[in-house]
């Protein structure tokens, strides 16, 4: 009995060694070494200021910005060492046949339209109108941005291909070209229309 203590002990030790010390260490130094961008946080940082993740969505609300997915924020629950508010959200959980779901949407459909009566006969695409699984969602479709590209245009006093050739250089393909859909990353659009970042 003693011998079997002592061997699941060592096990024990061994296991923990190998795939909570050795395992870690080595799969940080292999990402720093050949991939420290994405590693890191995959940070967009211009002339040592930083803007945010390619990850994480931010959320814009003025006409001369992409509009990202629908962010659930609470700024109330959490707050920094210094007592500032924390941003933070979540996804919806609301049921597609919630009285109170279609409520959202139909705010989220007139909003779109208030901003560009000119879309309004142009059917707007469901990202643009509903919360992402995490809540948080980076990206939108192509057809997501597409549909703002008149209102941004209108807004900045620019040409419309100018918008489009930010949203050309902020979409990714899906991986392999087969693995996912094609997305726009807002954050990236933003702030190539906004000067401050050269794809």
């Given at each position: 009995?003693k011998?079997?203590?002592l061997?699941a002990?060592g096990?024990?030790?061994?296991?923990?060694?190998?795939?909570?010390?050795?395992?870690?260490l080595?799969?940080t130094g292999?990402?720093q070494?050949?991939f420290?961008?994405?590693?890191?946080g995959?940070?967009?940082?211009?002339?040592?200021?930083?803007?945010?993740?390619?990850l994480?969505?931010?959320q814009f609300?003025?006409p001369g910005h992409?509009?990202?997915?629908v962010?659930?924020?609470?700024v109330?629950t959490?707050t920094?060492?210094?007592?500032?508010?924390?941003?933070?959200?979540?996804?919806?959980?609301?049921?597609?046949a919630?009285e109170?779901?279609?409520?959202?949407?139909?705010e989220?459909?007139?909003?779109?339209?208030a901003?560009d009566?000119t879309?309004?006969?142009?059917p707007?695409p469901?990202?643009?109108?509903t919360?992402?699984?995490?809540?948080?969602?980076p990206?939108i479709?192509?057809?997501?941005a597409?549909?703002q590209?008149?209102?941004i245009?209108q807004a900045?006093g620019?040409?419309?291909?100018?918008?489009?050739?930010?949203?050309?250089?902020?979409t990714?393909?899906p991986?392999?070209?087969?693995f996912?859909?094609p997305s726009?990353?807002v954050l990236k659009?933003?702030?190539i229309?906004?000067?401050i970042?050269?794809?």
């Amino acid at each position: 009995m003693k011998q079997m203590i002592l061997r699941a002990g060592g096990m024990l030790l061994v296991m923990t060694v190998l795939c909570g010390l050795v395992y870690t260490l080595l799969l940080t130094g292999v990402g720093q070494a050949f991939f420290p961008e994405k590693a890191n946080g995959s940070v967009i940082e211009v002339d040592g200021k930083t803007y945010g993740s390619e990850l994480l969505g931010q959320q814009f609300s003025d006409p001369g910005h992409l509009w990202g997915r629908v962010m659930n924020v609470d700024v109330n629950t959490f707050t920094d060492e210094a007592g500032r508010p924390v941003m933070y959200a979540w996804a919806s959980n609301l049921s597609p046949a919630s009285e109170e779901y279609e409520r959202l949407i139909k705010e989220r459909v007139e909003a779109l339209h208030a901003a560009d009566p000119t879309m309004a006969d142009t059917p707007i695409p469901a990202d643009l109108v509903t919360c992402s699984g995490s809540g948080l969602d980076p990206a939108i479709s192509p057809e997501a941005a597409e549909y703002q590209v008149h209102r941004i245009a209108q807004a900045r006093g620019i040409d419309q291909d100018e918008v489009r050739e930010a949203i050309e250089k902020s979409t990714q393909a899906p991986f392999l070209g087969i693995f996912g859909e094609p997305s726009v990353n807002v954050l990236k659009v933003n702030l190539i229309l906004d000067g401050i970042l050269e794809e």
